[in-house]
C-alpha cells in the first residue's frame, strides 16, 4: 500500500516562506521521480493541475517558470522524503499543493499523489 503523506501548509504573509515535506511509504522497488503540483482555487479536483517542481533520480531538477528563482526543491540522500521550500510567497501561489511520486513496485511502475496540504498567501 502506498501512502504519501504531506505537511507544512498553512497561512502566510505575502513576501514569506513556507517548507512543504511529503514522505512516501510503501513497496517500492524505485522511485523514478518526485514532485509537487498545484492546483488553484476553483478548480475542479482533478484537473488543470499544473506542475511546481519535479526531482528525478539523477538529480535532475525541473521548475515551472513561475516559481524559478523562488522555490526549491530537494530529495535528500535520494530517499523517499521531497521538500519544497517556498520563499518570496506571493498571492497567486494560493493552492492546494499535492506531492506526487512516479515509483515501481514489481515491475509496474505508475504515478502516485498525496492528499494534498493547503498554502494560502494572504496579508
Known amino acids: 500500500q502506498v501512502q504519501l503523506v504531506e505537511s507544512g501548509g498553512g497561512l502566510v504573509q505575502p513576501g514569506g516562506s513556507l517548507t512543504l515535506s511529503c514522505v512516501a511509504s510503501g513497496s517500492f522497488s524505485s522511485i523514478v521521480a518526485m514532485g509537487w503540483y498545484r492546483q488553484a482555487p476553483g478548480k475542479e479536483p482533478g484537473k488543470e493541475r499544473e506542475?511546481?517542481?519535479?526531482?528525478?533520480?539523477?538529480?535532475?531538477?525541473n521548475y515551472a517558470d513561475y516559481v524559478k528563482g523562488r522555490f526549491t526543491i530537494s530529495r535528500p540522500n535520494g530517499g523517499s522524503t521531497v521538500y519544497l521550500r517556498m520563499d518570496d510567497l506571493k498571492p497567486e501561489d494560493t493552492a492546494v499543493y499535492y506531492c506526487?511520486?512516479?515509483?515501481?513496485?514489481?515491475?509496474?511502475?505508475?504515478?502516485?499523489w498525496g492528499q494534498g496540504t493547503q498554502v494560502t498567501v494572504s496579508s
Open positions: 506542475l511546481v517542481a519535479t526531482i528525478n533520480s539523477g538529480h535532475a531538477i
Open positions: 506526487s511520486v512516479r515509483g515501481y513496485i514489481g515491475f509496474k511502475w505508475d504515478d502516485y
